[in-house]
């Protein structure tokens, strides 16, 4: 048996994630990678961040992006899913809502109050844009936990 997961298995991986690695280019081609927050629907990846944060304004100049999700600690734990994607930057509307939903829905556990935190962080999050993350090409997986140790 080989360490790569099936399309459906990996997406099953996907949506149970908790952190994903967003990587967008710089103008000069530089690569950015973050960690964030996402949600899976429908076969596809969005993200919710602050409307004004250059990820934003990278993915508006230069759509081709990266994402990964990756778990484990232990070699024989590593199992991880890498897409190339193409980002795009939603209008408001019914898809965007959706996605906020689902956000607060997988991360309402996750959130501090908005009286618990500092006044410069609840306006930076007031206004939230919401990027669909859309795949290119094929999937690149593996999960160690296939393979088997000899000993």
């Given at each position: ?13 996907l ?13 000069d081609g530089?690569?950015?990678s973050l960690p964030?927050?996402?949600v899976?629907?429908d076969?596809?990846i969005?993200v ?8 934003v ?7 081709r992006?990266?994402f ?6 232990a070699?024989?734990?590593l ?11 939603l ?5 965007a ?5 689902a ?6 556990a ?6 618990s935190r500092?006044?410069a962080?609840?306006k930076?999050?007031s206004?939230q844009?919401?990027l669909r ?10 999960d160690?936990?296939r393979?088997?140790?000899?000993s």
């Amino acid at each position: 048996m080989g360490v790569r997961m099936g399309e459906d298995e990996a997406w099953e991986f996907l949506a149970s994630g908790h952190t994903g690695i967003l990587t967008t280019l710089r103008r000069d081609g530089w690569p950015v990678s973050l960690p964030l927050w996402y949600v899976v629907e429908d076969r596809a990846i969005y993200v919710s961040t602050p409307a004004g944060a250059k990820k934003v304004a990278r993915i508006r100049n230069d759509d081709r992006a990266s994402f990964l999700v990756e778990t484990g600690d232990a070699w024989v734990e590593l199992a991880a899913v890498e897409l190339a994607v193409r980002a795009a930057v939603l209008d408001d509307g019914e898809e965007a809502d959706r996605a906020r939903q689902a956000f607060g829905d997988k991360y309402a556990a996750f959130v501090p109050a908005s009286s618990s935190r500092p006044e410069a962080s609840n306006k930076l999050y007031s206004s939230q844009a919401v990027l669909r993350l859309d795949p290119v090409g094929k999937m690149l997986t593996w999960d160690n936990s296939r393979l088997r140790m000899r000993s």
